[in-house]
Nanobody
Framework: QVKLVESGGGLVQPGGSLRLSCAASGIFLSIKTVNWYRQAPAKERELVASITDINDAITNYADSVKGRFTISRDNAKNTVYLQMNTLKPEDTAVYYC?????WGQGTLVTVSA
């Protein structure tokens, strides 16, 4: 059974940082493309960042987060991270980890003064 568990969300002031984690069981993240999506209230879910499998480890980012967010993986921990810096109020959303057809439950990030 595949399970993805996100953590690390919370309330942060504009300009602050958070690191989200996506821990997996039942699947090896190192051999899959892993995506981070987010969904803000009344908005569609959007792709924020992705990292391809261990052979290439190519990363891609939405234009809105380029230069501020970094996706990375720790294969030993079977975990993918999303480091988010210089956070803005518009980054407020529920952030989801996705691998193939599997989704985590999401973690809420709120950026507010």
């Amino acid at each position: 059974q595949v399970k993805l568990v996100e953590s690390g969300g919370g309330l942060v002031q504009p300009g602050g940082s958070l690191r989200l984690s996506c821990a997996a069981s039942g699947i090896f993240l190192s051999i899959k493309t892993v995506n981070w999506y987010r969904q803000a209230p009344a908005k569609e879910r959007e792709l924020v960042a992705s990292i391809t499998d261990i052979n290439d480890a190519i990363t891609n980012y939405a234009d809105s987060v380029k230069g501020r967010f970094t996706i990375s993986r720790d294969n030993a921990k079977n975990t993918v991270y999303l480091q988010m810096n210089t956070l803005k109020p518009e980054d407020t959303a529920v952030y989801y980890c996705n691998v193939y057809t599997y989704w985590g439950q999401g973690t809420l990030v709120t950026v507010s003064a």
